[in-house]
């Protein structure tokens, strides 16, 4: 279910427009799969909507995720077999008309 995020909170905070965090997240070795949710007060059940996107980049600071930058309420990514390291998620205010509460969750399985 896209709706219930997965996993232990890492990250929450308030976001207005042009704001963009990066939150390290630890993987270990022998994670088969990496489950990122992003969540926003202002989601499409409120009038105006805000629209805050999530950027996946690999140990290596290589970009590897684009699939949490959607105009989806909440944002997922998932990643299959990630390498064992620090990840960075970059949380970005794409288009915030107030500000906002967001919360940032991974699960690892």
Do not use: C
């Amino acid at each position: 279910d896209k709706g219930r995020p997965q996993g232990d909170l890492i990250d929450r905070g308030w976001i207005k427009a042009d704001d963009s965090f990066v939150v390290p997240v630890e993987i270990p070795a022998g994670v088969s799969t990496a489950t990122f949710d992003l969540l926003w007060y202002r989601n499409w059940s409120r009038f105006p909507t805000n629209d805050l996107d999530m950027i996946i980049y690999d140990p290596a600071g290589a970009l590897y995720s684009y699939d949490g930058a959607t105009s989806n309420a909440p944002e997922r990514a998932i990643i299959s077999d990630p390498d064992e390291g620090t990840w960075y998620v970059l949380v970005d205010g794409y288009e915030v008309h107030r500000p906002d509460k967001y919360k940032l969750y991974v699960q690892l399985e």
